[in-house]
């Protein structure tokens, strides 16, 4: 038999402001504790087994999921984003099983098409005066969506995990968001994570799409540095291949480190203690440099003008939210294909219908359009 102290005494290595299981602050319905497992690791578990989790593989990331072998999904980015998170994590004594599982659940809510789905949706969602935003569509998958459990709706996840969800932060997700109470330390970890996790695996798949070259990242300062490290360990005698894949490792490694030696800096320069302290502060404590954060916006803004914005991707993406659009509209029209009891009231019937088609794949929307709505994709 395992002993459940042992458990318990896994966290006893943490830092003084990290997350702690044994100091949780509980789920909204009461269950026993598990012995052999902490808290935040039954999240985990709860996220990697639902059904909204295993949706992430047919999802967009940048390219649309299914064209082609290697290019990342949903699901993979999400993975890539944990392994970066539980790696910062235990460098910094943080709580390994918080990042992990906000990590795994932190894209549950997005559309199909990625971040043009989102777009889609939002816009029709306003036109009754409502909205669509990923983040929130995630807490609404864990919290009422996922239909696990026999007392109640949803995964029952910890709070700890609800708040790194909701306070999911990057770029590109609730930038200028501004939280009464800021998040924990593995939340921002995970924030952080998300942005390293993207910005490297989309540098990887724009290259093996031939849409950028190796030679559109020379002058900038982040892809000199990680060429340097490479060129002193390897020489200059690999393959194409293996040098953006080393070089993408490389850039990684950079990020990772600059972050956890800011992060460490701040929490001394602040006086960071307690897990409290952290969410007092107003600005995040895990921070990247000044330095390196100027050097991720330069490859940030290239990927944006020449990858995420560039004719091959939009194309897709811009089919794509038209058939969201004409498929939201047919089943407005027919409620009742999708929902046993149509409410009368039209918002309602709004939020369950962008339910359904958020939670659909990229490849589950194109056959449900072709079949309903009578048009055939090109994709």
Not at 10 to 17: A, C, I, K, W
Not at 87 to 104: G, K, S, V, W, Y
Not at 118 to 142: D, P, T, W, Y
Request: proline share 2%; glycine share 6%.
């Amino acid at each position: 038999m395992s002993d459940p102290s042992a458990c318990m005494n896994r966290e006893s290595n943490l830092v003084s402001y990290a997350a702690r299981s044994t100091a949780t602050k509980g789920r909204k319905h009461e269950q026993e504790v598990d012995d052999l497992r902490l808290p935040f690791q039954r999240d985990k578990d709860r996220i990697i087994h639902c059904k909204a989790f295993r949706r992430l593989d047919g999802k967009t990331q940048v390219f649309i999921a299914g064209s082609g072998d290697h290019f990342r999904t949903r699901l993979t980015h999400t993975l890539e984003v944990a392994q970066i998170g539980r790696d910062i994590a235990r460098r910094m004594c943080l709580n390994e099983d918080l990042c992990e599982a906000i990590a795994l659940a932190h894209d549950l809510g997005h559309p199909p098409f990625g971040h043009g789905g989102e777009e889609a949706l939002n816009e029709i969602m306003q036109e009754a005066g409502l909205k669509f935003e990923h983040n929130e569509q995630s807490r609404r998958i864990v919290e009422k969506l996922e239909k696990s459990y026999p007392y109640y709706d949803g995964l029952n996840l910890t709070y700890e995990v609800l708040d790194g969800l909701i306070k999911h932060q990057s770029a590109f997700d609730q930038a200028d968001m501004e939280f009464e109470v800021s998040a924990h330390l593995e939340a921002q970890v995970v924030n952080i994570s998300d942005e390293i996790a993207y910005i490297n695996h989309d540098i990887d798949d724009g290259l093996r799409s031939g849409i950028l070259k190796i030679s559109d990242f020379n002058d900038f300062e982040l892809w000199k540095l990680a060429k340097e490290r490479v060129f002193e360990k390897y020489g200059n005698d690999v393959t194409a291949e293996v040098f953006i894949s080393r070089i993408v490792s490389h850039i990684i490694s950079l990020m990772i480190e600059d972050f956890c030696s800011q992060t460490a800096k701040n929490v001394r320069e602040y006086g960071i203690e307690s897990i409290e302290d952290i969410m007092a502060e107003k600005n995040p404590i895990g921070q990247f440099s000044s330095d390196m954060a100027g050097k991720i916006r330069e490859v940030r803004k290239f990927l944006y003008d020449r990858l995420y914005m560039g004719p091959e991707v939009t194309k897709f993406i811009s089919e794509g939210q038209t058939m969201i659009r004409e498929l939201f509209e047919y089943y407005m029209s027919v409620p009742e294909e999708i929902i046993d009891l149509v409410p009368e009231d039209k918002k309602e019937r709004m939020i369950l219908v962008k339910d359904y088609i958020a939670g659909m794949t990229d490849r589950f929307l194109q056959n449900e359009h072709g079949k309903l709505v009578g048009k055939k994709s090109k994709l």
